[in-house]
């Protein structure tokens, strides 16, 4: 089909065909995407997604990490409407705010841990970490500590996929690309016990693994470190709840020698772990926390970059802030995520996930692994898990990358209508917060029919 061809695609082979002739995908091989042709997705309700063949899909990662109220919510769809009516955009650059956008702020400022009065918005969650880098060099320059540059992340760790952003995280694929990460962003190894713990107690790893950030310190001379920057639960990495003990001494350590913490939310915000932000989980008090995804349940982009009032009141000192998007802070984004938060409210939606099926999805998931004998562990906390595959289980040996296991589970288990995610030789969920038990159970049987599958092609 040309890219003249009039009709308006209807069929599945139609929107492919338009798809291969103009869209170019994220985070995709374009050519094997071409030869393979798109999933169209057409339409969805509560943690389902139907595509153009008219399959009805379990939605296993609620979009991408973000869709927390579930699909369809009116509620939000009202709020855009009534905002789109009333004023559809103003900018925030000349002296100026929408209502909107200060009652979001206000709003934040009661949900966010102790201390984090002050916003900044922006679009996205990989703005909110270029606003951080900008920031924070820009506090210790106002601090009178201008060498105070690098920042600290990890291994594995996912900040967003612009150029500041990519050099924050540990993703070597994305770092290949174009040659980064950039000057000034250094990193440490991820801690997960089941592969690097060996015989040591969780404890005991806990400890070692936060030692790392001492160990990186003293190598670059405190002195010229800025930041250390993590998520509370590493995400798209393959879901790493941290080490017991492993947070407070991180904490410990960035005290020490006064460098900030910056706890990634953008995942983990909102209610995925239980509490509405992953650092009340976790006990962690940040300097600044950038959150985005479940802000708006995705409904609109927005993000933000919370900040400590310690934080603030020294960049309060220096003057003009030379930094700032177009769409910071868009009124539309700002009250569908007003009336996003004030619906999970209203539904006690953070209960849910923390008291029901939260508890639920993870006594689901170990009896899966003491039966399963390709599951060697299952971690995660809230309703965000990984789902470990391994060739042998008492050994702890996990499949290569040549063997392609998780991505032939992936595949059929969204042939059995479900959608997870492969994460190196992981399976990863985030299913909808609003998601049921009935739900879930539904969601393991699908999840359990893809690894017997996959199980049964390595003949085990």
């Given at each position: 089909?040309?890219?003249?061809?009039?009709?308006?695609?209807?069929?599945?082979?139609?929107?492919?065909?338009?798809?291969?002739?103009?869209?170019?995908?994220?985070?995709?091989?374009?050519?094997?995407?071409?030869?393979?042709?798109?999933?169209?997705?057409?339409?969805?309700?509560?943690?389902?997604?139907?595509?153009?063949?008219?399959?009805?899909?379990?939605?296993?990662?609620?979009?991408?990490?973000?869709?927390?109220?579930?699909?369809?919510?009116?509620?939000?769809?009202?709020?855009?409407?009534?905002?789109?009516?009333?004023?559809?955009?103003?900018?925030?650059?000349?002296?100026?705010?929408?209502?909107?956008?200060?009652?979001?702020?206000?709003?934040?400022?009661?949900?966010?841990?102790?201390?984090?009065?002050?916003?900044?918005?922006?679009?996205?969650?990989?703005?909110?970490?270029?606003?951080?880098?900008r920031l924070v060099r820009h506090y210790w320059k106002v601090a009178g500590?201008?060498?105070?540059?690098?920042?600290?992340?990890?291994?594995?760790?996912?900040?967003?996929?612009?150029?500041?952003?990519?050099?924050?995280?540990?993703?070597?694929?994305?770092?290949?690309?174009?040659?980064?990460?950039?000057?000034?962003?250094?990193?440490?190894?991820?801690?997960?016990?089941?592969?690097?713990?060996?015989?040591?107690?969780?404890?005991?790893?806990?400890?070692?693994?936060?030692?790392?950030?001492?160990?990186?310190?003293?190598?670059?001379?405190?002195?010229?470190?800025?930041?250390?920057?993590?998520?509370?639960?590493?995400?798209?990495?393959?879901?790493?709840?941290?080490?017991?003990?492993?947070?407070?001494?991180?904490?410990?350590?960035?005290?020490?020698?006064?460098?900030?913490?910056?706890?990634?939310?953008?995942?983990?915000?909102?209610?995925?772990?239980?509490?509405?932000?992953?650092?009340?989980?976790?006990?962690?008090?940040?300097?600044?926390m950038p959150m985005a995804k479940g802000l708006s349940s995705g409904y609109?982009?927005?993000?933000?970059?919370?900040?400590?009032?310690?934080?603030?009141?020294?960049?309060?000192?220096?003057?003009?802030?030379?930094?700032?998007?177009?769409?910071?802070?868009?009124?539309?984004?700002?009250?569908?995520?007003?009336?996003?938060?004030?619906?999970?409210?209203?539904?006690?939606?953070?209960?849910?996930?923390?008291?029901?099926?939260?508890?639920?999805?993870?006594?689901?998931?170990?009896?899966?692994?003491?039966?399963?004998?390709?599951?060697?562990?299952?971690?995660?906390?809230?309703?965000?898990?990984a789902i470990q595959l391994v060739k042998d289980k008492p050994g702890r040996?996990?499949?290569?990358?040549?063997?392609?296991?998780?991505?032939?589970?992936?595949?059929?288990?969204?042939?059995?209508?479900?959608?997870?995610?492969?994460?190196?030789?992981?399976?990863?969920?985030?299913?909808?917060?609003?998601?049921?038990?009935?739900?879930?159970?539904?969601?393991?049987?699908?999840?359990?029919?893809?690894?017997?599958?996959?199980?049964?092609?390595?003949?085990?």
């Amino acid at each position: 089909m040309s890219s003249n061809a009039s009709p308006v695609p209807g069929t599945t082979r139609e929107w492919q065909e338009l798809d291969r002739a103009h869209h170019v995908h994220p985070f995709n091989d374009p050519k094997a995407l071409a030869s393979k042709g798109v999933r169209v997705i057409t339409r969805a309700e509560g943690v389902y997604v139907w595509d153009s063949d008219g399959n009805r899909i379990l939605d296993g990662m609620a979009g991408l990490w973000c869709v927390n109220v579930g699909y369809g919510r009116r509620e939000l769809i009202d709020a855009a409407t009534r905002q789109m009516e009333t004023l559809p955009y103003y900018n925030t650059f000349f002296q100026s705010a929408v209502p909107v956008q200060i009652e979001l702020a206000r709003k934040l400022s009661q949900l966010t841990p102790r201390g984090l009065n002050h916003f900044f918005y922006a679009n996205s969650g990989s703005e909110a970490n270029d606003t951080v880098v900008r920031l924070v060099r820009h506090y210790w320059k106002v601090a009178g500590k201008p060498d105070k540059r690098t920042f600290i992340g990890r291994t594995l760790g996912y900040h967003g996929s612009t150029l500041a952003a990519v050099s924050l995280g540990g993703m070597a694929p994305m770092r290949a690309m174009d040659g980064i990460p950039l000057p000034g962003f250094e990193h440490i190894e991820h801690p997960h016990w089941y592969t690097q713990g060996g015989n040591s107690t969780p404890e005991d790893f806990g400890r070692e693994a936060a030692g790392r950030l001492e160990t990186k310190i003293l190598e670059l001379g405190a002195d010229k470190v800025a930041a250390f920057i993590g998520e509370p639960v590493q995400g798209a990495g393959g879901i790493f709840e941290p080490p017991p003990g492993y947070w407070a001494q991180i904490q410990r350590i960035c005290r020490k020698y006064d460098v900030l913490l910056v706890a990634d939310e953008v995942i983990c915000g909102f209610g995925r772990t239980g509490q509405w932000f992953g650092s009340q989980t976790y006990d962690i008090a940040p300097d600044l926390m950038p959150m985005a995804k479940g802000l708006s349940s995705g409904y609109m982009p927005i993000s933000a970059v919370a900040m400590s009032d310690d934080f603030f009141r020294v960049i309060n000192e220096g003057g003009a802030l030379a930094h700032g998007y177009t769409y910071s802070g868009h009124p539309v984004a700002c009250a569908v995520a007003l009336a996003n938060i004030e619906l999970m409210q209203r539904e006690h939606i953070v209960e849910h996930v923390r008291e029901d099926v939260g508890p639920y999805l993870r006594l689901r998931l170990d009896e899966l692994a003491r039966s399963h004998p390709i599951v060697g562990e299952i971690r995660g906390a809230g309703l965000m898990a990984a789902i470990q595959l391994v060739k042998d289980k008492p050994g702890r040996v996990l499949f290569t990358e040549q063997d392609e296991a998780s991505v032939r589970c992936r595949d059929a288990c969204i042939q059995g209508g479900l959608i997870m995610r492969a994460v190196e030789q992981s399976m990863v969920l985030s299913p909808p917060l609003v998601i049921t038990r009935a739900e879930i159970d539904e969601l393991m049987d699908k999840v359990r029919a893809g690894l017997d599958l996959t199980a049964q092609h390595f003949g085990l």
